[in-house]
């Protein structure tokens, strides 16, 4: 993460496809949904990744019977 941050400081452009919200969390993301049928550029707190992480660390119990039953 350290290397992409400073890459991107010198004026790289660097594109990844990722499902880690710790990589989509960068400073200066900019974060391309390709969910639906076109891309829409969304912010951290609506992508997937993190909605899944933080329903994770909230209630690990829901997250579990959602996924299990």
Do not use: C, R, W
Request: aromatic share 8%; proline share 4%.
């Amino acid at each position: 993460m350290v290397s992409l941050k400073e890459l991107a400081d010198e004026g790289s452009q660097i594109i990844i496809a990722t499902h880690s919200p710790l990589l989509l969390s960068l400073p200066g993301a900019q974060i391309i949904s390709l969910d639906s049928d076109s891309s829409l550029e969304i912010n951290y707190q609506d992508s997937k990744p993190y909605q899944l992480l933080k329903l994770f660390y909230e209630d690990k119990e829901l997250l579990f019977s959602k996924l299990f039953d």
